[in-house]
C-alpha cells in the first residue's frame, strides 16, 4: 500500500522568502506524485503533478516541486512566498494502476507573513 | 467552464438515519471519486466511478456506497449514520486514462454534521 508523509503541521515563512513544504512517500512501482492546495471552507485546487520526466517540475501560481527518487521525496517549493499564498497543502500519490484513487498526506498549513 | 457542483452544501443529520449526496462533475469528465475529510484521518478515499461503474474503492464500510449516473453526476449514500461520519464530503471529477490521471478537480464539499 502507497503512503505520503508530511513531517511538518505548519510552516511559516515572510513574504518575499523562499518557502518549502517537505513530502515523502512510499509506493511499489513508479510513483505518480501531486501537490494539492486548500483554501479555507473550500475544495482542494491541483497544483502540480510528477509522473515521469524532469525531476523539477513546475505549476500553479509559480509553485515548483522536486522529486528525488533516492530520497523518495517530493518538496513543494516557491522561490519568493506572497501572503496570498498561505492555505493547506496536501502531498499526495497514485499508485500505478490506481486510477484517480490517490492517498493524501496529513497536510502542511502554510502561513506567510508581512 | 462550470466547475464541480456538490449538493447540499451543508447538511445535519441525527444518528441513525441517511443521506444521500450528490456531484455534478465538470462537462466532459467521466470520472467521479468521492473523498472524506475529517480533522483526525485527513483526507481519505472513498470509491471511484467511472462509466456508471466502480473502479476503485477505499477502506470504508458498506454504509457507505455510491452510483453513477449516465450523464456521469453522481450521488453517495451513508446509511445509518454514526457520529464519526460528521466530516466534509468531496467530489472530484477527472479524465481517466493518460497524463490526466490524477489530477483532480474538486468540488467545495458537502459539510454533513452527524448529532
Known amino acids: ?114 | 467552464k462550470a466547475g464541480v457542483t456538490q449538493t447540499p452544501r451543508y447538511l445535519i443529520k441525527t444518528r441513525g438515519q441517511q443521506v444521500t449526496l450528490s456531484c455534478s462533475p465538470i462537462s466532459g469528465h467521466r470520472s467521479v471519486s468521492w473523498y472524506q475529510q475529517t480533522p483526525g484521518q485527513g483526507l481519505q478515499f472513498l470509491f471511484e466511478y467511472f462509466s456508471e461503474t466502480q473502479r476503485n474503492k477505499g477502506n470504508f464500510p458498506g454504509r457507505f456506497s455510491g452510483r453513477q449516473f449516465s450523464n456521469s453526476r453522481s450521488e453517495m449514500n451513508v446509511s445509518t449514520l454514526e457520529l464519526g461520519d460528521s466530516a466534509l464530503y468531496l467530489c472530484a471529477s477527472s479524465r481517466r486514462g493518460g497524463p490526466d490521471t490524477g489530477e483532480l478537480f474538486f468540488g467545495e464539499g458537502s459539510r454533513l454534521t452527524v448529532l
Open chain 1, 1 to 114: 500500500a502507497q503512503s505520503v508523509a508530511q513531517p511538518e503541521d505548519q510552516v511559516n515563512v515572510a513574504e518575499g522568502n523562499p518557502l518549502t513544504v517537505k513530502c515523502t512517500y512510499s509506493v511499489s512501482g513508479n510513483p505518480y506524485l501531486f501537490w494539492y492546495v486548500q483554501y479555507p471552507n473550500r475544495g482542494l485546487q491541483f497544483l502540480l503533478k510528477y509522473i515521469t520526466g524532469d525531476n523539477l517540475v513546475k505549476g500553479s501560481y509559480g509553485f515548483e516541486a522536486e522529486f528525488n527518487k533516492s530520497q523518495t521525496s517530493f518538496h513543494l517549493k516557491k522561490p519568493s512566498a506572497l501572503v496570498s499564498d498561505s492555505a493547506l497543502y496536501f502531498c499526495a500519490v497514485r499508485a500505478t494502476g490506481g486510477g484517480n484513487k490517490l492517498t493524501f498526506g496529513t497536510g502542511t498549513q502554510l502561513k506567510v507573513e508581512l
